[in-house]
Nanobody
Framework: QVQLVESGGGLVQAGGSLRLSCAAS????????MGWFRQAPGKEREFVGRVTWNGGSTYYADSVKGRLTISRDKAKNMMFLQMNSLKPEDTAVYLC???????????WGQGTQVTVSS
């Protein structure tokens, strides 16, 4: 089992920055990757990006490339999402996920709200 807890969300003006954190606990040694998703009101959950747990390789959705950066700290069992040049359309609940292989995601956090005002 892996438990995930997000933090760092809040209200920010357009053009601003936020850094989200995801703390993982439990059986993290076997993880293949951790990722970020977001869900805006009335919309489906959207993939933001992911980082492989061992190699640190990242992959992003086209909609966030160049503005959002994912990193992880294996020693602290933490994953981060640095968000720059935020836009109102980035407003959503941001969730972190963890998976044991490339086929999907096994665990989810509860999410943290990010609101970008225009």
């Amino acid at each position: 089992q892996v438990q995930l807890v997000e933090s760092g969300g809040g209200l920010v003006q357009a053009g601003g920055s936020l850094r989200l954190s995801c703390a993982a606990s439990g059986r993290t040694i076997s993880l293949y990757a951790m990722g970020w998703f977001r869900q805006a009101p009335g919309k489906e959950r959207e993939f933001v990006g992911r980082v492989t747990w061992n190699g640190g390789s990242t992959y992003y959705a086209d909609s966030v490339k160049g503005r959002l950066t994912i990193s992880r700290d294996k020693a602290k069992n933490m994953m981060f999402l640095q968000m720059n040049s935020l836009k109102p359309e980035d407003t959503a609940v941001y969730l972190c996920a963890a998976g044991y292989n490339a086929l999907g995601w096994n665990y989810w956090g509860q999410g943290t709200q990010v609101t970008v005002s225009s």
